[in-house]
């Protein structure tokens, strides 16, 4: 079992045009390995990098301290689910990583039909559509069904959020959760708040350089600069009197409310 | 990597597109056809590569989707080179440089036009067929998609591949037949995709207001430059040479 | 205005499981955010995809400015603009500046004016340095910068945006929303917005709530918030409103 990702000093180009530089990180197991950037920041070409599409590199991926050999140990489901698919059926798009496992069809269709039900998908409605008339977000449901029914030890994500609606995003953060004891999985998201609570690392691409942060620091580095990643107005308000604070709440109404009575009983009680 | 129009400034791409259409035509024709001889055909692709790299066209794009016609080359190689002496390694080499004349002719082609001097080019051409009642707009539209479908269908096999290692399959296919022989299963579901995904575009298209048989103005001004009058000669050339034989008759 | 009117609408077969959109009313009007939220397969799109006329009805009537939109896309241009759902299939230009041109060439523009408009959208949205970029190097966020851009370039009457913010990164997102409130309220566009994005539908002023094919809400931000736990499971409700409803309860 893989326990962890390196990266050793990558440097990564389109022609001349150098995207990232000496990039320093690692991703691990039981936690989401989320990647955050502005748009155009490499972040979409970094997973291509992990899953040995894009080859213009330099420096190197290191799985457990050996070179990472990424065919047939990933899946990359990518920000288009549309890219993905090359079937007649839902059901082919699902049964696919199976079959190439040497699967029988008699054990693929109960797998692929639970992990439809998994990812939200009501298998008896969509089990012989063609995959490009489903609904936007039904579409990005099974790109992320198909790409991880059979389990592979790296799983990586482009905007898997982008067009899930609230209940799909739910599933997803219990399903990554669950994945992340045994695999190890890289999100790459515009909506890093709402798997913080699940994140242990969170790598920020940038031109500037890149950071690797925790999800803690990457709040407080939020709050102190709007520019380095704009969290919602409602929140910088109501927790701008403990901007410097270690355990800034994660952004859940909740949780928010809960920090900050309790830090201003705090402040009431020392005063 | 996928030959698609990529952005310059170089002589190829600041000809005219009646100009570049014309000579990317004739050209074509002329490897299609011609029978120089070997030494005489691979110093004319020379050349032509030369006056490309010239114009900063990417060499290295084309050269690498040249691997998708290898196997191409070598049969129609195998096929050509068996004469009544038994093997002859020019005559396979010669054959095989006039596909990849072609080829490349082709693909340096769409590497410096546009798709708007693409559009320009057809529809000047199917101008004068309109003028008969042929449906000249509708069948411009047909390229208009075509075009915009080229690189897209040259780079489904590679896409497919792709979304097949992106789910977990090994990338040693063992050779190009057992790949290929690998993607047959695939070729209806692909052509069905292509043909909803044309549609989608021809929707989109329709969307943003073209409509086949309304006025539309052109953004890109197409200008006559002194380059084009000399460029013009090459087809001019080219046709002359190809049509020889009929002036020899006629004389 | 759009004006749905009892509409119902079915792909192709209709069979027992499979969508229907069920006898919809509502009409909408310019001079507010129009927003229309929704479960994945709820139907948004496929309103948005009738409000332009690109499908045909099977019953009741859909009018844009009192015309039907369905004709008028056959016959003489269409009534309102629309941004799809997948940025990918829908550009049609091989560059962004071909992109941009290609609505405003089918308008029969003067080159003249395309290049003023093509200028002025391209700095709008910040696709100014990309001017010259083929399509196929633009990320994600580009491309659907790029749609947005293309589609308003045209300054259609309305505007349909089917999830025009889902791959646009925090930063853009603000920068839309200022677009669309600028448009919206001081050059009389008519927008409707498709999105999931919670923090979407805190900024619309109008909503359309669907859930299966049906019309489960309609009514203004200050209703929906009121409507109730019932009506707010089906949608993604804002964090930022719980929140004000958690301080709101502290002081009563
Ligand atoms: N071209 C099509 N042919 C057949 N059925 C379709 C087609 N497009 C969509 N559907 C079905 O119609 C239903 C509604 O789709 P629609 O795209 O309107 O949903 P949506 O509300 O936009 O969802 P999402 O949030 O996922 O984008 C879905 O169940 C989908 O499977
Ligand atoms: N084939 C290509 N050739 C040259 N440049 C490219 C190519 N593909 C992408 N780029 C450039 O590389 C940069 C990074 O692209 P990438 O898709 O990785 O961004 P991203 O971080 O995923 O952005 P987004 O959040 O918008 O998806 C972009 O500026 C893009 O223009
Ligand atoms: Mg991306
Ligand atoms: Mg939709």
């Known amino acids: 079992m893989l326990e962890r990702l390196e990266l050793k000093d990558l440097t990564v180009r389109y022609g001349r045009n150098i995207l990232l530089k000496n990039l320093c990180g690692s991703f691990s197991r039981r936690q989401i390995n989320l990647v955050v950037g502005r748009a155009g920041s490499g972040k979409s070409t970094l997973l291509r990098v992990l899953a040995g599409f894009h080859k213009e590199y330099e420096g190197s991926v290191l799985a457990d301290g050996q070179v990472f050999e990424p065919s047939g140990n990933i899946s990359l489901a990518f920000q288009n689910p549309e890219a993905l698919f090359f079937n007649g059926t839902v059901a082919e798009e699902v049964g696919y990583a199976l079959k190439m496992r040497k699967m029988s069809a008699r054990e693929i269709e109960p797998i692929a039909r639970q992990w439809l039900q998994k990812w ?46 609230a209940q799909g995003q739910r599933d997803l953060i219990s399903l990554l959760s669950g994945m992340a004891t045994d695999h190890i999985v890289i999100v790459v998201t515009h909506e890093p708040e709402l798997l913080l609570e ?15 942060l925790k999800p803690a620091e990457f709040l407080r580095l939020a709050l102190a600069d709007s520019s380095f990643f704009p969290l919602p107005e409602w929140y910088r308000y109501a927790v701008r009197h403990f901007a410097q604070s270690s355990d800034l709440p994660n952004l859940r109404a909740d949780d928010v409310y809960r920090f900050v009575k309790t830090r201003e009983r705090m402040h009431a009680d020392q005063l | 990597m996928q030959i698609s129009y990529k952005p310059g400034n170089g002589l190829l791409y600041s000809l005219n597109p009646m100009i570049k259409g014309a000579i990317a035509f004739s050209a074509i024709v002329f490897f299609s056809l011609n029978t120089l001889g070997l030494v005489a055909m691979t110093a004319i692709t020379a050349v032509m590569l030369l006056v490309s790299r010239l114009s900063g066209v990417e060499l290295g794009d084309i050269f690498m989707s040249v691997r998708r016609i290898l196997l191409l080359l070598a049969i129609v190689g195998l096929i050509q080179g068996f004469g009544a002496e038994g093997f002859s390694l020019v005559d396979a080499c010669a054959a095989m440089i006039r596909i990849l004349g072609v080829f490349l002719v082709a693909g340096v082609y769409v590497t410096v036009s546009s798709q708007s001097e693409l559009t320009f080019f057809w529809e000047a051409c199917f101008r004068p067929l309109g003028l008969i009642g042929f449906p000249a707009r509708e069948f411009a539209l047909v390229m208009v998609i075509a075009v915009r479908f080229f690189p897209v269908i040259l780079g489904e096999i590679d896409r497919i591949r792709m979304a097949q290692v992106a789910r977990g399959a090994k990338l040693d296919g063992g050779g190009l037949l057992a790949s290929a022989a690998a993607l047959m299963p695939l070729m209806i579901p692909t052509l069905t995709q292509a043909i909803i995904r044309a549609g989608e575009l021809a929707i989109a298209m329709e ?12 953004y890109q001004r197409f200008r006559f430059g002194i380059v084009d009058l000399f460029a013009i000669l090459i087809p001019v050339m080219l046709l002359a040479y190809l049509l020889r034989p009929f002036f020899y008759t006629a004389g | 205005m759009i004006v749905f009117d009892q509409v119902s609408f079915w792909y192709k077969d209709l069979t027992e499981t499979s969508f229907r959109l069920k006898e919809v009313s509502f009409s909408l009007a310019k001079g507010c955010i129009n927003g229309i939220i929704g479960g994945n397969g709820s139907g948004k799109s496929t309103v948005a995809r009738l409000m332009t006329g690109l499908m045909p009805v099977n019953s009741g009537t859909v009018t844009v400015f009192g015309k039907d939109p369905y004709h008028q896309l056959l016959h003489s241009g269409f009534l309102a603009g629309i941004i799809f759902q997948n940025p990918e299939n829908q550009i049609v230009g091989a560059t962004v500046e071909e992109d941009l041109a290609f609505g405003l060439e089918n308008l029969g523009l003067s080159h003249a004016e395309m290049h003023c408009r093509i200028i002025e959208t391209a700095a709008r949205f910040g696709l100014g340095s990309l001017l010259r970029e083929p399509v196929a190097n633009l990320s994600g966020g580009q491309k659907q910068l790029l749609c947005i851009a293309s589609v308003m370039v045209m300054e259609p009457a309305w505007v349909i945006f089917d999830e025009p913010t889902s791959h646009l990164d925090p930063w853009s997102r603000i920068d839309f929303w200022k677009i669309i409130d600028e448009f919206v309220h001081h050059h009389d566009l008519g927008v409707v917005i498709v999105s999931q994005l919670a923090e979407d539908l805190a900024r619309y002023e109008r909503i359309l709530g669907f859930s299966s094919g049906s019309l489960l809400f309609q009514g203004s931000r200050e209703e929906f918030k009121q409507a109730g736990a019932e009506i707010h499971e089906h949608f993604n409700y804002p964090e930022e409103w719980k929140y004000e409803q958690l301080l709101a309860a502290e002081h009563a």
């Open chain 2, 207 to 218: 969307a943003r207001g073209y409509r086949v048989s309304a006025q539309r103005t052109r």
């Open chain 1, 198 to 212: 699940q994140s242990g690392s969170l790598l920020y691409l940038h031109a500037d350089g890149c950071k690797s």
């Open chain 1, 120 to 165: 939200g998908l009501d298998p008896d409605r969509c089990w012989l559509n063609h995959p490009l008339e489903l609904s936007g977000g039904e579409k990005r449901r099974l790109a992320l069904a198909a790409c991880t029914v059979f389990l592979p030890p790296v799983v990586l994500l482009d905007e898997p959020l982008a067009g899930l609606d």
